[in-house]
Nanobody, 121 residues
Framework: DVQLQASGGGLVQPGGSLKLSCAAS????????IAWFRQAPGKEREAISC????????YYADSVKGRFTISRDNAKNTVYLQMNSLKPDDTAVYYC??????????????WGQGTQVTVSS
């Protein structure tokens, strides 16, 4: 039973911070790249960040570069997304996914249920 459980979302004011977690089970965690995607209302799901299986390589979309940091703890089968300087445009459901890496949805085999992030004053 493969599971990716995203958590840590919530309501935050502009300029604030949140740290999302993605807890994985049911597969060989350190064989997979892990990505964070987000989907805002009326928008397509988009890749925000990705981390390689070893944690040595990372990717960030231009929209979040310099504000978000992805990391993983393979001993805990967990990936994190530290989000700072949050903007209203960051409001979305955030999903974690496991796969071969990259920004294309088709490259990911397993998906979490998502966690809502709302940035509003």
């Amino acid at each position: 039973d493969v599971q990716l459980q995203a958590s840590g979302g919530g309501l935050v004011q502009p300029g604030g911070s949140l740290k999302l977690s993605c807890a994985a089970s049911g597969f060989t965690f350190d064989d997979y790249a892990i990505a964070w995607f987000r989907q805002a209302p009326g928008k397509e799901r988009e890749a925000i960040s990705c981390i390689s299986s070893s944690g040595e390589s990372t990717y960030y979309a231009d929209s979040v570069k310099g504000r978000f940091t992805i990391s993983r703890d393979n001993a805990k089968n967990t990936v994190y997304l530290q989000m700072n300087s949050l903007k209203p445009d960051d409001t979305a459901v955030y999903y974690c996914a496991a796969g071969s890496g990259g920004t294309q949805l088709r490259l990911y085999d397993f998906w979490g249920q998502g966690t809502q992030v709302t940035v509003s004053s």
